[in-house]
């Protein structure tokens, strides 16, 4: 779905397109009526010699009825977007399924710094693998990434996994994905954090469980 935008790689990424593929044919639908009745009443009651306008105070009942109707009509709509929208939403900020894998991300002025697991698998052990604006994930796992700001506001943004996360000073938020293709994408800093915010890029590399054991290995021996 929505082949033409960033094709998502993680597992809820296709509930977030579905969802805003929802919003915009709904909007896009009373966009293109609204325009269309438009044009439709400049043409049919445009200026004519030997007519005269008429002032509408829109207090009759069949006045009233072309707000009322298109009123509860969009009403409707609303509470079918929302109902998806909260679905979604718990799904994917409400729900914690349990982790295969744990990593550390925090966020810096301005940089990322990523903690994973070494050989034992275990994060916060003395085997850990410390990279800087660089991600490593093992595909069709599902990890749960505990966050941090170092210093100032920063937002954890993966556009290919759909998933944005804003890092508070202070705390530690825990959330989650599952990586579903193989491959290298963008991690960025999604809010303004200083003058080198624009520069706060990353890489998420996406690898086979064969070739992410492999890294783990080479890193561990550099150790």
């Known amino acids: 779905m929505m082949a033409w935008i960033q094709g998502g790689a993680s597992s809820f990424s296709g509930d977030?397109?579905?969802?805003?593929?929802?919003i915009a044919l709904i909007v896009g639908f009373w966009f293109v009526l609204a325009e269309l009745a438009l044009?439709?009443?400049?043409?049919?009651?445009?200026?004519?010699?030997g007519m005269a306008a008429a002032y509408i105070t829109g207090e009759r009942r069949q006045e009233k009825r072309w707000i009322t109707i298109p009123h509860l009509l969009i009403i409707v709509c609303d509470v079918v977007i929302l109902a998806?929208?909260?679905?979604?939403?718990?799904?994917?900020?409400?729900?914690l399924p349990p982790a295969e894998a744990n990593i550390r991300v925090i966020g810096h002025q301005w940089a990322w710094r990523?903690?994973?697991?070494g050989a034992d698998g275990q994060l916060s052990t003395a085997d850990d693998v410390e990279t800087i604006d660089e991600l490593r994930l093992q595909v069709n796992t599902l990890y749960h990434f505990h966050?941090?700001?170092?210093?100032?506001?920063?937002?954890?943004?993966?556009?290919?996994?759909?998933l944005k996360q804003d890092a508070v000073p202070g705390r530690v938020?825990?959330?989650w994905f599952k990586p579903t293709k193989t491959g290298t994408f963008d991690i960025q800093c999604a809010e303004i954090c200083g003058i080198g915010h624009g520069?706060?890029?990353?890489?998420l590399i996406v690898e086979s469980a064969a070739d992410h054991q492999r890294w783990l290995e080479q890193r561990t021996a550099q150790r």
């Open 16 to 22: 977030v397109d579905f969802l805003i593929l929802l």
């Open 39 to 49: 044009f439709y009443f400049i043409v049919r009651f445009r200026r004519r010699d």
């Open 84 to 95: 998806f929208s909260f679905q979604v939403w718990s799904a994917i900020k409400q729900d």
């Open 114 to 117: 990523f903690m994973h697991p």
């Open 147 to 162: 966050l941090e700001a170092a210093d100032v506001l920063h937002s954890f943004s993966i556009p290919a996994f759909r």
């Open 173 to 175: 938020i825990t959330g």
């Open 199 to 203: 520069i706060m890029g990353a890489k």
